[in-house]
């Protein structure tokens, strides 16, 4: 028996290890990938006739490239405590209305398709922690494995809360073993009565 329970840690194991290096490998082409395209945007600026407009766009590359390469990963001490955070939504969920409130304390009701990426300090048991937010509408397996999840839906609407029990679906599905409880909420957005509260 303990011979049976030791094969099936170390297959768990190189399963993990396997998946470990899928993501290192995937981490390191989508690093590799952004400057070629920087490039690529510089050769066009250098095509733009009018040199006023050319400068100011190589300016705002080079503000993008600048802040790329000082990314976290480059910048931060290992000890810096991170939390991340999914958060998955179909159209006229309102998970950016909600990302917004919890960022700036507002609410904006323009549902943006477009997700994004935000940060954001946060205190917990007295100890200050990186949030990590992530929102977009991919739903590729490397998204779900890594965070704890949000996954919203419009009370008012019927295809949201479906669209969410699916992506709950699938989320359990991409989980690796080592991770069954790690926390997915379920956040259903009452969306008249928020306003009326605002």
């Given at each position: 028996?303990?011979?049976?329970?030791?094969?099936?840690?170390?297959?768990?194991?190189?399963?993990?290890?396997?998946?470990?290096?899928?993501?290192?490998?995937?981490?390191?082409?989508?690093?590799?990938?952004?400057?070629?395209c920087i490039y690529r945007i510089y050769d066009l600026i250098g095509k733009i006739d009018n040199k006023h407009v050319g400068d100011l766009v190589?300016?705002?590359?080079?503000?993008?490239?600048?802040?790329?390469?000082?990314?976290?990963?480059?910048?931060?001490?290992?000890?810096?405590?991170?939390?991340?955070?999914?958060?998955?939504?179909?159209?006229?969920?309102?998970?950016?209305?909600?990302?917004?409130?919890?960022?700036?304390?507002?609410?904006?009701?323009?549902?943006?398709?477009?997700?994004?990426?935000?940060?954001?300090?946060?205190?917990?048991?007295?100890?200050?922690?990186?949030?990590?937010?992530?929102?977009?509408?991919?739903?590729?397996?490397?998204?779900?494995?890594?965070?704890?999840?949000?996954?919203?839906?419009?009370?008012?609407?019927?295809?949201?809360?479906?669209?969410?029990?699916?992506?709950?679906?699938?989320?359990?599905?991409?989980?690796?073993?080592?991770?069954?409880?790690?926390?997915?909420?379920?956040?259903?957005?009452?969306?008249?009565?928020?306003?009326?509260?605002?």
């Amino acid at each position: 028996m303990k011979h049976h329970n030791s094969d099936k840690n170390g297959e768990t194991a190189s399963n993990i290890n396997s998946m470990d290096q899928r993501q290192i490998n995937s981490e390191i082409q989508r690093f590799e990938s952004v400057h070629p395209c920087i490039y690529r945007i510089y050769d066009l600026i250098g095509k733009i006739d009018n040199k006023h407009v050319g400068d100011l766009v190589r300016q705002q590359v080079v503000n993008i490239e600048n802040a790329f390469v000082n990314s976290q990963e480059w910048t931060l001490g290992r000890s810096i405590n991170e939390i991340k955070l999914g958060v998955l939504g179909s159209d006229n969920s309102f998970k950016n209305s909600l990302i917004h409130h919890f960022l700036t304390q507002n609410w904006n009701w323009n549902d943006a398709p477009e997700g994004g990426r935000f940060k954001k300090e946060v205190d917990v048991d007295g100890q200050s922690h990186l949030l990590l937010i992530r929102d977009e509408g991919t739903r590729e397996p490397n998204f779900l494995q890594w965070l704890d999840l949000l996954i919203v839906f419009a009370l008012d609407n019927r295809k949201t809360f479906q669209d969410a029990l699916k992506s709950l679906d699938l989320v359990n599905n991409h989980r690796p073993l080592d991770e069954e409880n790690v926390p997915i909420f379920l956040v259903g957005m009452k969306v008249y009565f928020i306003r009326f509260l605002a």
